[in-house]
């Protein structure tokens, strides 16, 4: 059962994550694209980069989470 509460809390932070860096990405794009005057380019690929950095995000925060529960039982 514990387990079960362990892989729970790994995919909602992973989720998490790539919300964040979503939100950021979009943000970021869109503010290049207002700049350059070309916003149908620049918000995708913010949203890309950003997905690419939620899922980093997500994964170090799984990392940690693992190496702080090895050693209990």
Same mark, same amino acid.
């Given at each position: 059962?514990? %387990?079960?509460?362990k892989?729970?809390?790994?995919? !909602?932070?992973?989720?998490? !994550?790539?919300? =964040?860096?979503?939100?950021? !990405?979009?943000? =970021?794009?869109?503010? &290049?694209? &207002? ?5 149908? $380019?620049? =918000?995708? =690929?913010? $949203?890309?980069? !950003? &997905?690419g ?12 989470? %693992? ?7």
């Amino acid at each position: 059962m514990n %387990e079960n509460n362990k892989n729970n809390n790994k995919k !909602g932070n992973n989720k998490s !994550g790539l919300a =964040i860096g979503m939100c950021i !990405g979009i943000a =970021i794009g869109a503010a &290049v694209g &207002v700049a350059t005057k070309n916003i149908g $380019l620049w =918000i995708p =690929i913010g $949203l890309a980069i !950003g &997905v690419g950095l939620g899922c980093a995000m997500g994964h170090n925060s799984n990392n940690d989470d %693992e190496d702080k529960t090895d050693g209990q039982v």
